[in-house]
Each structure stands twice: as structure tokens, then as C-alpha cells.
Nanobody, 116 residues
């Protein structure tokens, strides 16, 4: 069984920063990619940022230049550094793991609220 534990969400003022973490544990033999998605009320879940096993990254246009995704291979942990936060970044952020071929697992979600 594979588990994802997210942390780092919270309430921050516009222009502030937060760092999200997602630690994966369990029967993981290989990781293809890890990423962060978000879902705001009344909207569909959308990709925020992803990083492959080779270190290639992909960002949503709305967060380019403000968010940075990184990964600690030894700890099976992915981070999302979020700077210059805006009220429209308010959402529940979910971690996603693609591992052992094409298996997928999702974290429980962490709330990020940006006040204006």
C-alpha cells in the first residue's frame, strides 16, 4: 500500500509565500512523476506543476515564474514553493504520484487560502 502525506497549507496574505510538501511511502519501486493539482470551489481539478523522474518540470501558465516544484529522491518527497501568492491561488492542493509503471495515487489534499 502506498500513502501520500501532504503538509504546508494554510492562510496567507496576497504576496506571501507557502511551501507544500508531499511525502510518499510504501511499496514504491519506481517513481515516474510527482505533481501538484488544485481544485477551487466550483471548478475542475487542474494541474499546477509536475516533475518527472528525470527532473523535467511542467507548470500551469498561471503559476509560471511564481511557483517552483522540486523533489528529494532519497525521501520520495515533492515540494511546491509558492511565492507571490494571489487570491486566485486559493484552492485545495492535491499531490499526485505516478509509480511502479502507471499506477497512480493521490494525497488527501491541503487547503491554501490567500486573502486580499
Amino acid at each position: 500500500q502506498v500513502q501520500l502525506v501532504e503538509s504546508g497549507g494554510g492562510l496567507v496574505q496576497a504576496g506571501g509565500s507557502l511551501r507544500l510538501s508531499c511525502a510518499a511511502s510504501g511499496s514504491i519501486f519506481s517513481i515516474n512523476a510527482m505533481g501538484w493539482y488544485r481544485q477551487a470551489p466550483g471548478k475542475q481539478r487542474e494541474l499546477v506543476a509536475a516533475i518527472t523522474s528525470r527532473g523535467s518540470t511542467n507548470y500551469a501558465d498561471s503559476v509560471k515564474g511564481r511557483f517552483t516544484i522540486s523533489r528529494d529522491h532519497a525521501k520520495n518527497t515533492v515540494y511546491l514553493q509558492m511565492n507571490s501568492l494571489k487570491p486566485e491561488d486559493t484552492a485545495v492542493y492535491y499531490c499526485k504520484l505516478v509509480f511502479n509503471g502507471l499506477r497512480e495515487n493521490w494525497g488527501q489534499g491541503t487547503q491554501v487560502t490567500v486573502s486580499s
